[in-house]
């Protein structure tokens, strides 16, 4: 399916649950956000120095975005929907950055836990909340010793109080500790993920945070990294080929961090949590991938060794490789709308379109906003 009936089914059925909606402006200042490489928009590229190329960004943005997809993450569709810059990696020093709508603390291979020596990311999640304080109070600094000099490009004290404060984050913690833990293992610490987590909310709320999106993680299993390494066994896979034992993980985990998010709005009642439940939205998107226009639920565009799941763990998206004496290149394939997955661990900017589309329908969120949508789906393709 191209990607104009595409994008008339996605308007279709986001209208048809907000066309009897009051509209309510959301009014949010600015927004700042916390996460792993799902929203990532180039702080750890930044960060590590490291080159995230072609076909990286080939879509949307016709060059690396310092994104791990072809085009758009959710995030930047959601920046849209509310009428608001792309958020701006905290750590990339170059380009100009302007940080007067928010910035982006979020960082690929990202954990809640603390990172170790042998992490992906060094920037866990308690280390983007201090580099959002640090962030904070340099800004508001600036901001008093230079009058109007840097008002154009750094949030006033007013904005942190009225911004959003976006976290998705936890798939690493969950999905990283079955290289070493059986699932029971790995269960057994989802609470103290959670203790964690909480502790970053708090430390958020103590700076003036008080509206927070959380969103909860994916259907881990169903990604091509997980099922290549852990579902070899047939018997280990459900009926969509998933792998059954990190989805059971995952749904563990979004039940207490969705008790969590209620507790914490409990405990601080001027506060406005809002759990948004990606699990379910991406789920479905698996089960019914071609009723959404997709032509490929689980196999990667960009990747190697062709079906079932064109994914080799040994060579990233773009990479050329020698494999078994053979140079080889993880190239994209020919039209990423088809495809869910773009790298084996990401979505592709299709999917993420659709994610974002199904979030702003509200109905996905505890409490469901459906009845507060401003949006007319002002997503553009």
């Excluded at 975005?65 to 701006?88: E, H, T």
């Excluded at 942190?160 to 059986?182: C, E, H, R, V």
């Excluded at 080799?312 to 990423?336: E, F, H, M, P, Y």
């Amino acid at each position: 399916m191209n990607i104009t009936m595409r994008f008339f089914y996605v308007f279709v059925f986001v209208t048809m649950h907000i066309q009897n909606s009051s509209s309510v402006d959301f009014d949010y200042l600015a927004a700042f956000n916390f996460g792993d490489s799902n929203s990532d928009t180039g702080d750890l590229v930044a960060g590590l120095g490291i080159h995230l190329d072609l076909p990286n960004g080939q879509n949307y943005f016709k060059t690396s975005s310092q994104r791990f997809c072809d085009g758009r993450l959710v995030i930047d569709y959601l920046m849209d929907a509310m009428d608001m810059p792309f958020l701006n990696p905290y750590l990339d020093s170059l380009g100009l950055p302007n940080f007067k709508k928010g910035c982006n603390f979020a960082a690929a291979g990202s954990t809640i836990l603390p990172a170790t020596p042998t992490s992906v990311s060094p920037f866990s999640f308690d280390l983007q909340i201090s580099q959002f304080i640090r962030f904070k109070s340099r800004a508001l600094e600036l901001l008093a010793k230079t009058g109007r000099k840097y008002e154009k490009y750094l949030p006033p004290l007013d904005y942190y109080a009225k911004g959003l404060y976006m976290i998705d984050i936890g798939q690493n913690d969950i999905a990283g500790a079955f290289y070493s833990k059986t699932l029971d293992q790995v269960l057994a610490s989802i609470p103290s993920i959670l203790e964690a987590f909480e502790a970053g909310l708090k430390r958020l709320y103590e700076e003036g945070g008080r509206n927070f999106w959380i969103h909860n993680t994916g259907p881990l299993g169903c990604l091509a990294q997980n099922i290549a390494k852990f579902g070899t066994d047939s018997t280990k896979l459900d009926e969509f080929g998933c792998v059954s034992s990190h989805n059971q993980a995952a749904k563990l985990f979004n039940l207490q961090l969705h008790a969590l998010s209620n507790k914490f709005q409990a405990q601080f009642p001027d506060s406005n949590v809002n759990y948004v439940d990606i699990f379910s939205i991406k789920s479905n998107l698996i089960a019914n991938y071609s009723r959404f226009g997709f032509e490929n639920p689980i196999m990667v565009c960009c990747g190697i060794g062709g079906p079932p799941l064109n994914y080799d763990s040994r060579i990233s998206c773009g990479q050329t490789k020698v494999l078994n004496g053979t140079t080889v290149t993880a190239k994209a394939c020919d039209d990423s709308s088809e495809y869910i997955n773009w790298d084996g661990i990401h979505y592709t900017e299709a999917a993420n379109h659709f994610v974002s589309s199904q979030i702003l329908t509200g109905k996905y969120s505890d409490p469901p906003f459906s009845d507060q949508m401003p949006f007319l789906l002002s997503l553009k393709f």
